[in-house]
């Protein structure tokens, strides 16, 4: 039997007369990392709130663990940590004593666990440095730090990687990925980087309008990522018949820029540039290539994605 760290029942929020979300019906199997997609105001952050308990629902009901009702998932959200937005540091304190303090607040017991998550996400080295002084990627390895804070076995990251440089956006990745191999973690990560995600979700939801349009695997994700020959050659006219006569198919489109995306003869790609050869074609350009997670995105909501 499959267990979930996450599921929503029809779960609803309404804001003034908007319907930020509409029975959303969304699951989060224990291991995933589920990378949550959507525009801004799609209602991304508002599911968030309301699984954080943040905010409460207009309809519908959540579970975390199992476990339903006001006091149980109480007690269930002290096996979660969580990063809303920016971290919230206190800027003239140093990473230890950032959590230290957030420690405290949480009634977590044992300081040993201080120096352990500084160690976790490589800011042992610190020392007196304050958080004020900190890169920003600093600064979102100590959040995230922080919400490691009790050992959690469920974490929600709102744009972990927003503002940081290409390195930074690495290392956070990697880290995220080995929290998730070696410790367990189950991870939710809301994010606008859609290239990223696809590099270490094994799961996505899309939302949009305040409705959950689909939720897929990392499998299934490939499998509809359309996949296709890319070919330039001088003359796209007569490439066009030659594929068309020669192959036997009427599977491509031909590009504004007369660039072509041939969608079947995948399988034997020599016998296809042999036959554009013969023809007296000159290939400029022939290479497989596929739809990634953005292009799968902006298909599925219909149109250019801000995320």
């Known amino acids: ?56 629902p207009t309809e519908g009901s959540l579970e975390l663990f199992g476990a339903s009702g006001e006091q149980a998932l109480i007690q269930a959200r002290k096996r979660m940590g969580s990063i809303i937005e920016s971290p919230a540091l206190f800027p003239h304190m140093t990473a230890h004593e950032n959590l230290e303090a957030n420690r405290i607040l949480r009634g977590i017991p044992g300081k040993d666990c201080v120096p352990r998550m500084l160690k976790q996400v490589g800011l042992e080295g610190t020392g007196n440095k304050k958080a004020k002084n900190f890169s920003l990627g600093m600064k979102q390895r100590l959040g995230l730090a922080i919400a490691l804070l009790g050992d959690p076995e469920f974490i929600i990251l709102d744009e972990p990687t927003n503002g940081l440089d290409p390195m930074g956006v690495i290392e956070m990745r990697e880290l995220l990925k080995t ?16 290239s990223e995600l696809h590099l270490m979700a094994s799961h996505y939801g899309i939302i949009h309008r305040g ?32 594929i068309q006569n020669e192959l036997g198919t009427a599977d491509f489109e031909v590009l504004q820029d007369g660039a072509i995306k041939l969608y079947s003869q995948m399988e034997k790609p020599s016998h296809l540039s042999s036959a554009l050869f013969s023809a007296g074609l000159e290939i400029e350009k022939f290479m497989p290539m596929g739809e990634d997670l953005e292009s799968y995105f902006t298909k599925r909501i219909g149109g250019t994605p801000h995320v």
Not at 11 to 39: C, E, M, P, T, W
Not at 226 to 234: A, F, G, H, K, R
Request: proline share 1%; with cysteine; glycine share 8%.
């Open 1 to 56: 039997m499959q267990e979930y760290v996450l599921k929503t029942n029809n779960l609803s929020k309404k804001f003034k007369g908007h319907q930020a979300l509409d029975k959303v019906n969304l699951s989060i199997r224990k291991g995933a990392i589920y990378g949550f997609i959507g525009q801004n105001g799609a209602g991304k952050s508002t599911l968030i709130r309301l699984v954080t308990g943040l905010a409460f």
């Open 179 to 194: 929290l998730n191999r070696e410790l367990g973690i189950t991870i939710m990560i809301s994010s606008h980087i859609l």
């Open 211 to 242: 409705k959950l349009l689909e939720q897929l695997t990392a499998d299934e994700l490939n499998e509809r990522c359309q996949q296709y020959i890319y070919i330039q050659v001088n003359d796209p006219g007569k490439a066009a018949a030659v």
